[in-house]
């Protein structure tokens, strides 16, 4: 299979641990993007990588949250400190140029 | 601010009947346009990419058209499965270097057999 792959697939954490999730995207594409969505809402936008250039960060990312993509190849999302309202599904995508973005099965943290 | 807005949130129709999700958004600067399919607890799939240039892309069974002058878009499936079944996600392209995606709360469909 060659589409995004995430892992883990669920996490469950008490409040106050570090929590990484992983992101793998289409091998050929240079844009990584990540997402998170909560219960009946939409995706929202978290942060954009370019390669290994992050180029845009969304106000939702506290500075709680860290996210890096070495190498411009596989990309990770550090959550420090992890609160409640952490808790919902997060989702990596990437694109080729301004393509089409294809997203990856997602991560669903619950804080506890 | 870019807000897309998904009309109904949520649709039940027989097998067989032909539907159409709408779709609007408020900044008609928009980079492209995509709809997503998600089933419960899963990640999104996508259907169908149009343009900015573009008025319509289809895919089998499915049709999307974009007005982006009046903000909106339509999602027309044709001939409904009870495997349609799942929320459809209506997500806008910003300009401006990212293209990143701006969604709507989607629109739960159910297809009884």
């Known amino acids: 299979d060659t589409g995004v792959s995430q892992n883990p697939r669920h996490k469950i954490t008490k409040r106050g641990q570090n929590v990484t999730f992983r992101c793998d995207p289409i091998?050929?594409?240079?844009?990584l993007y990540w997402y998170r969505q909560t219960l009946g809402q939409g995706p929202e936008f978290l942060t954009y990588f370019q390669n290994e250039a992050q180029l845009e960060k969304s106000r939702l990312l506290s500075d709680r949250f860290s996210a890096e993509r070495p190498k411009g190849s596989f990309s990770t999302l550090e959550i420090q400190r992890t609160e409640q309202g952490d808790s919902a599904m997060y989702l990596c995508?990437?694109?080729?140029?301004?393509?089409?973005?294809?997203f990856g099965p997602g991560t669903r943290l619950t804080v506890l | 601010k870019q807000e897309v807005t998904q009309i109904p949130a949520a649709l039940s129709v027989p097998e067989g009947e032909n539907l159409v999700l709408n779709c609007s958004f408020t900044?008609?600067?928009?980079?492209?346009l995509q709809w997503f399919r998600q089933d419960p607890g899963k990640g999104l799939t996508s259907l169908l990419l149009i343009q900015s240039s573009q008025r319509e892309q289809t895919s089998g069974r499915l049709n999307a058209s974009l007005d982006k002058s009046s903000g909106r878009s339509t999602l027309y499936i044709a001939a409904s499965q009870p495997g349609d079944s799942a929320t459809y996600l209506c997500?806008?392209?910003?300009?401006?270097?990212?293209?990143?995606?701006?969604f709507g709360k989607g629109t739960k469909l159910t297809v009884n057999p």
């Open positions: 997500a806008v392209g910003t300009q401006g270097g990212s293209e990143k995606l701006v």
């Open positions: 995508a990437s694109s080729l140029g301004g393509g089409a973005m294809f």
């Open positions: 091998s050929e594409h240079n844009r």
């Open positions: 900044d008609s600067a928009i980079y492209n």
